[in-house]
C-alpha cells in the first residue's frame, strides 16, 4: 500500500521562508503527476502548484514567483519551496499525487499546517 508522507509546516513571519517535503513509500508503484494543494479556514481546497514526471510545472497565479515546486523520482519525493511568504498563505497544505499500482488512483496526505504571521 502506497503512502503519502509530509513534513516541513511551522509558523514563520511574513517574508519568510518554508519548505514543504512529501514522499511516497510502498512497493510496486509509478507516480504520475505530484501536486500540493492549500485549504485555508472557511475556503475550498485549491490547487498550488503541479508538476509532471517528466519535470512540467504550474503553479496558481496567488504564488507565481514565490513558490517552487520540484521532484526527486530516485526519492518518490516532491517538494515546495515557499519564499516571500504572507499571510494569505496560511492554511493546511496537502501533497497529492496521482499513482499507479495495479491500476491508477490519487492519493493525498495527511496535511500539514503553514501559518504565516504578519
Known amino acids: 500500500q502506497v503512502q503519502l508522507v509530509e513534513s516541513g509546516g511551522g509558523l514563520v513571519q511574513a517574508g519568510g521562508s518554508l519548505r514543504l517535503s512529501c514522499a511516497a513509500s510502498?512497493?510496486?508503484?509509478?507516480?504520475?503527476?505530484m501536486a500540493w494543494y492549500r485549504q485555508a479556514p472557511g475556503k475550498q481546497r485549491e490547487l498550488v502548484a503541479r508538476i509532471t514526471s517528466g519535470g512540467s510545472t504550474n503553479y496558481a497565479d496567488s504564488v507565481k514567483g514565490r513558490f517552487a515546486i520540484s521532484r526527486d523520482n530516485a526519492k518518490n519525493t516532491v517538494y515546495l519551496q515557499m519564499s516571500s511568504l504572507k499571510p494569505e498563505d496560511t492554511a493546511v497544505y496537502y501533497c497529492n499525487a496521482n499513482i499507479y499500482s495495479d491500476n491508477w488512483y490519487t492519493m493525498w496526505g495527511q496535511g500539514t499546517q503553514v501559518t504565516v504571521s504578519s
Open positions: 510502498g512497493s510496486n508503484f509509478v507516480i504520475n503527476y
